[in-house]
């Protein structure tokens, strides 16, 4: 099995409460676990993850991160936004906040780059989606960055186009098939849908409104599914394309 991502990434901190005011108010994070005055963890606003940044607190005497300048080190992280509305309205919020640094046209990406309360530097980024990037895009993915200039990204892509299809968002995850897995060959024969039966517990309505042990229970909810599987040849199971 192969590393399929990066999970959460952990800073160092001088002050708690105004990491945690900055990470909340200012980009929307929502606070999942908490040592009061030590540490937090973050989890991104469209994010299902169980925590996408903690933060460790150090105390005020400590001074700025040398990386980059004395030192080597973590340069910034980025966090990917689903649409050029996300992306300006991130600008506004941090230009609000004093934390706004840069915004630069890279290509194939748009960036907002900003700076924490302890200078720790960050970038908030829209992906170009796949079936839109243009050859000239590609090229200048690897020339020296322009100013980034919204409005007209906004205008050329639409407001609410969803970026990273097809870059950080797999348009297709096929399922791992038995077949391949023994290397057998063309012939071999597709691989069975999965059938799954689920029993969820329901809570007791009465339970609910505060009626009597008495009442009768509301019964157990039973789900079936079935899971489509792809066949060895990278089709759906029930046909070929």
Known sequence: MAIHRLNHAVLYVRDLARTKAFYTDVLGF?????SPGQAAFFRAPGSTNDHDLGVFAIGDQLGDTTAGITSVGLYHLAWEVDDLTD???HAERLRAAGALVGASDHGTTKSLYAKDPDGLEFEVVWLIPAHLITPEDRSRATDRPLPLDLPAEIERFGAHTRGGLG??????IPAP?????????AGASSAPNRDVHLTTTRPDA???????AGAPAVPNRDVHLTTTRPDAHGSSARGGR
């Open 87 to 89: 992306l300006a309205d």
């Open 30 to 34: 929502t606070v999942q676990m908490e």
């Open 167 to 172: 870059v950080s968002i797999p348009l297709e």
């Open 206 to 212: 009465h339970d609910a409104a505060g009626e009597g």
């Open 177 to 185: 098939d038995t077949h391949d897995a023994a290397g057998e060959g």
